[in-house]
């Protein structure tokens, strides 16, 4: 489950219980050591578990590989709310007094047995998961007297189990109708054939909005633009990470020792799978696939390729993607087209570790100026640098240039237990392709109100809203005599209220409106939705007959309790956390 999770980036709540203790199965937690250091974090003035995190943290992390900067802080910030949700519902459940039977314990560990257990080597038979011989584990006294198995005991107590109780508890109170089930699948399987006129709104001009009409649309309903999270502004300026001359050279060097041993006897595929970084090839000995017609590899790649007689092995040939030594492993003529095959041996240019430090002595200076006398943008210009001023982003978030920096969030965003920094800009910082510096412009809290922030968004918003009435005229106009131009496109679709059309979105309250108000068999509308405009004709109205909506509504009544409960369950932690006060204090410890 936690694999599942740290690929994926987001979290599922009803499962996050079970998915945050069943990494416990296979580890001994009882070194676990309390120390004095700030915590990892606080939910309503308690305290996360430092420990507990590394042990999680280090537990997933060992199942990745090749994790981005960004997925890493991603996932260190989904395991941190994993936490604070674990933290809240335990809390809750000791309140009200949750906890689970010996009987309930004993029922899960068969029906629905510890996670990953089912691939233990001693739990099967001819490689398959064998539930006779984990039955006999399970009932032998001396199982329980394992580590693992006792913490994973205590968690079936304290969580799994009352969890469980907890969304039964919630449910409760879902009671489905057969008259809501019938509204429902009336509205997912009625189907209108129609034909969809749709205005092509990128043919009708973009009016220019005035400050005036931005003004007055904040005023009017500031409630609309308020700021759900911590949000920071910050000037910059960033070097792209470019290879230099010399690095290069000293790639082509490398190559041609490579080269040298080649043509020395040593075997081509056996020097490719030890120090080529084409990873796809590097494995197969640099075999580039079967034999390949002009056209597929890149130019400089592709002319020495086809030039080389069989068997032959190249001088090093450079492309974007570095220096390469090519080998032909024949020619062929299919359908009177030239075809190779080869194998190759690659090395990247990367910037080395020289190239890195000039760029940052060049940041470094910089900021001396800065946190002396100059301004950010005058020590910039000096440096014939670019200053720029970035969007507005959240603790984790992006300046839209640059990608994912890390380091950014702990520096825009203040933490009164980091020690106290005098410095005017940020350290210098860098990812893949930039080497920054930062200078902080400015920040709102989560909940304010601000014109700034809102700008872009209502100046868009009125924009579209222009132009979706003008296609609505133009269709308006000539209602009586539509026909496909180059302002209309006219399609036919099957189309439910539930269901997409093109024009209106999916399943919207303007997509239910057309359907419900169109006359079958005459053009209707206008209807506009984002910038555009639809008019519709429905043909033909297709609603389930008597037999199959009877069916469909008993297999709505069965799903709907669980739907209903899923839902309301995750309403419910969703309020939790969204009431709790939550300090995350993780770039004390992982720099993002």
């Known amino acids: 489950m936690l694999t599942w999770i740290s690929e994926n980036a987001k979290w599922v709540i009803y499962i996050f219980i079970i998915g945050i203790v069943a990494g416990l199965l296979f580890m001994d937690t009882s070194a676990l050591q309390t120390d004095n250091r700030p915590p990892v974090g606080t939910v309503n003035g308690e305290k996360l578990s430092n420990d507990l995190f590394d042990v999680r943290l280090r537990q997933i992390q060992s199942q990745q590989s090749g994790l981005s900067e960004e997925q890493a802080f991603q996932l260190r910030e989904e395991l941190f709310r994993s936490f604070v949700q674990q933290h809240l519902i335990q809390k809750m459940m000791a309140d009200v007094k949750i906890m689970a039977s010996v009987y309930e314990m004993s029922k899960d560990l068969r029906t629905d047995p510890p996670q990953g257990i089912d691939r233990e080597p001693m739990f099967q038979t001819d490689s398959v998961f064998d539930f006779v011989k984990y039955e006999a584990w399970l ?4 199982t329980y007297n394992i580590p693992f198995m006792q913490e994973y005991e205590n968690m079936l107590k304290t969580a799994k189990i009352p969890e469980k109780q907890l969304r039964v508890f919630i449910g409760a109170g879902i009671h489905p109708s057969s008259l809501e089930a019938k509204y429902k699948v009336l509205k997912r399987e009625t189907k209108f054939e129609l034909l969809n006129a749709q205005g092509k709104a990128s043919s009708f001009d973009e009016i220019s909005v005035s400050q005036n009409s931005i003004d007055s649309a904040f005023k009017a309903e500031p409630d609309s633009f308020f700021v759900a999270d911590d949000l920071a502004k910050v000037n910059y300026v960033a070097i792209p990470i470019e290879p230099s001359a010399a690095d290069a050279e000293r790639t082509l060097e490398y190559v041609e020792m490579l080269l040298a041993q080649i043509k020395d006897g040593v075997d081509f595929a056996e020097v ?64 009177e087209e030239e075809q190779v095959k080869a194998r190759h041996i690659l090395l990247a240019i990367n910037a080395t570790k020289e190239t890195m430090d000039s760029l940052e002595t060049i940041l470094k200076d910089m900021k001396t100026d800065v946190d002396g006398k100059k301004s950010f943008e005058e020590a910039a210009k000096v440096r014939n640098l670019m200053p720029k001023s970035s969007n507005w982003f959240k603790r984790g978030g992006e300046v839209s240039e640059l990608g994912h920096v890390p380091g950014l969030s702990s520096y825009a965003f203040f933490n009164p237990l980091r020690p106290k920094d005098n410095s005017k800009t940020s350290d210098i910082l860098q990812n893949s392709k930039w080497v920054a510096l930062f200078e902080k412009s400015e920040n709102l809290a989560a909940g304010s109100r601000s ?4 700008r872009e968004r209502i100046e868009q918003s009125i924009k579209a809203k222009a132009r979706a009435n003008a296609v609505a005229d133009y269709l308006k106009t000539n209602l009586s005599t539509i026909e496909e131009t180059e302002n209309v496109s006219i399609d036919s679709a099957v189309v439910s209220f539930e269901g997409y059309l093109p024009g209106l979105g999916y399943a919207n309250p303007e997509l239910y409106r057309a359907l419900s108000t169109a006359k079958e068999g005459e053009w209707s509308g206008p209807y506009t939705s984002g910038q555009n405009a639809v008019l519709i004709k429905v043909l033909k109205k297709n609603v389930p007959d008597g037999e199959a909506l009877n ?38 410890y992982y720099r993002e």
């Open 551 to 588: 069916s469909a509504v008993k297999d709505e009544l069965s799903t709907a309790w669980q739907y209903g409960t899923f839902s309301a369950f995750g309403d419910y932690m969703r309020n939790l956390e969204s009431e709790a006060k939550v300090v995350n204090n993780l770039d004390l």
């Open 272 to 335: 490719a799978r030890n120090f080529s970084e084409d990873l796809g090839s590097a494995t197969q000995g640099g075999a580039l696939g079967d034999y390949t017609p002009h056209g597929v590899w890149v130019a400089e790649f592709d002319s020495v390729a086809f030039a080389l007689d069989s068997g032959a092995v190249s001088e090093p040939v450079r492309t974007q993607f570095g220096f390469h030594i090519i080998q032909s492993l024949g020619k062929r003529i299919d359908n």
């Open 139 to 142: 009932s032998n006294p001396e």
């Open 451 to 454: 014109m700034d922030f809102a």
